[in-house]
């Protein structure tokens, strides 16, 4: 046999027999929890790489979490043990509306449910990522999309992570641990800087025509969050951009237009004025955070949480809770250096 038959022959014979073992392994081990979220590692469940969300989606899961990188401080499993339902993970670092919509028209045509992030910066007219970084992901058929999905390099390599943390008897929410442990020192400064500056809020227009659009999609079923921020935030949107009338009106327009929960964890409380509850720069809440938002959505009782953290707007409140927030940031003097 000469040496290309060879290798032609030993090829398909390496195939035959590696590449469904390989495909075995990966669909066996689960390790981004599409089939199931039980006992799976945080930063797995909320890995983000493109060709994950079409096969996520095609799982048919029940519900769907979406939103920005502050969906990555929120524990999947957590929520689906709050769900008494299994949830899947569909957010993105600086996720645009645009690209949430992408993903919610989709999980609408199956008939599921979706809990989602509405943040500022997501919301922003002319987002800073300028298209949808999803579409690539979708543009295998269905079957090769699945079949991608556990012969992937990448999912072989997560799988093999996985098994290793098991071995080593990791914490399942270690990465999480980790984040809530860390320490940060920021100025007020650093914050003006950012909210007067950076391209995710510079120049702020409130995107009115896709807010509505998600309005329409949600059903009563459906949560719509308002994540906290630290309290300077609030500040200076009041300051620039005329963010924080522009976001309100979205909130207003958002509310008044869906049958969906929405529930808002934006203003002044014992939570936002504390940077030890945020990441550098008092962008992201920690996961602790994250576990006390969900207590209070799913009134977990056996957790102590501020009074003033969170709350239920409806038609019937909105006026009122934008006004008194409102009034609250204005009369709040944040410290100089945290």
Known sequence: MDKSKKFVFNFIIFSILVIPI????????????????????VEQLNAQWTYLY?????????????????????????????????????????QSLNEALFLIKKIKNNKNNFITGFDVIQTHKYHSTG????????????????????????????????????????????????????LYSYTIDNINKKVRDDNQYKNYQANIDETLQLAKLADSNDIIIIFPKLATFYKKFQEYHN???????????LVNNTKAQVWSFYGINEITTNKNNFDDIGWHFKPKIGKLIFARIFNDTSINIPKKFGILIDRNNVEEYLTNTHNDIKKYQPPLTY
């Open 54 to 94: 079409k096969p996520r989606i095609l799982q048919k899961a029940p519900y769907y979490l979406l939103g920005t990188s502050r969906s990555e401080q929120i524990d999947s499993n957590l929520v689906s043990h709050y769900l008494n339902k299994h949830l899947i993970y569909l957010g993105m670092s600086n």
């Open 131 to 182: 298209g949808n970084r999803l579409e690539e992901g979708f543009f295998y058929n269905n079957l090769i999309s699945n079949i991608n999905l556990y012969l992937n390099s990448k999912t072989t390599q997560e799988s093999l992570i996985y098994i290793t943390n098991k071995l080593l008897r990791q914490k399942r929410d270690f990465e999480f641990i980790k984040k809530d442990n860390e």
């Open 243 to 253: 963010i924080e009338k522009q976001y309100f009106d979205l909130i207003r327009l």
């Open 22 to 41: 390989n495909y075995t392994f990966n669909y066996i081990i689960d390790p981004f929890g599409i089939r199931n979220s039980n006992n799976k590692f």
